[in-house]
Nanobody, 117 residues
Framework: QVQLVESGGGLVQPGGSLRLSCAAS????????TAWYRQAPGKQRELVAS????????YYVDSVKGRFTISRDNAKNTVYLQMNSLRFEDTAVYYC??????????WGQGTQVTVSS
């Protein structure tokens, strides 16, 4: 059974940084495109960033461009989301999704990111 496990969330002040990790057993991450989504209270789940299996093509939602970086380490079956210059509006539960754009697709349990002073 495929399991995606996110980690790295927490409480951070505005302007701070966090690095989220998405790990999986097996090769599901190394062989497929992977995405990070987020869901803030009362809002729909939003695609934040995605990365191809080779790491050559990335997508970012406009609100995080220049601040967030998605990357992968296929040897570790892990995908990362480096988040810098965090803002209040980045507060959400962040989810990992793979294979992105395919079926079936799997989700992790989410990791909470709270940006607060």
């Amino acid at each position: 059974q495929v399991q995606l496990v996110e980690s790295g969330g927490g409480l951070v002040q505005p302007g701070g940084s966090l690095r989220l990790s998405c790990a999986a057993s097996g090769s599901i991450l190394s062989r497929n495109a992977t995405a990070w989504y987020r869901q803030a209270p009362g809002k729909q789940r939003e695609l934040v960033a995605s990365i191809t299996s080779g790491g050559t093509t990335n997508y970012y939602v406009d609100s995080v461009k220049g601040r967030f970086t998605i990357s992968r380490d296929n040897a570790k079956n892990t995908v990362y989301l480096q988040m810098n210059s965090l803002r209040f509006e980045d507060t959400a539960v962040y989810y990992c999704n793979a294979p992105w754009g395919d079926y079936p697709s799997y989700w992790g349990q989410g990791t909470q990111v709270t940006v607060s002073s």
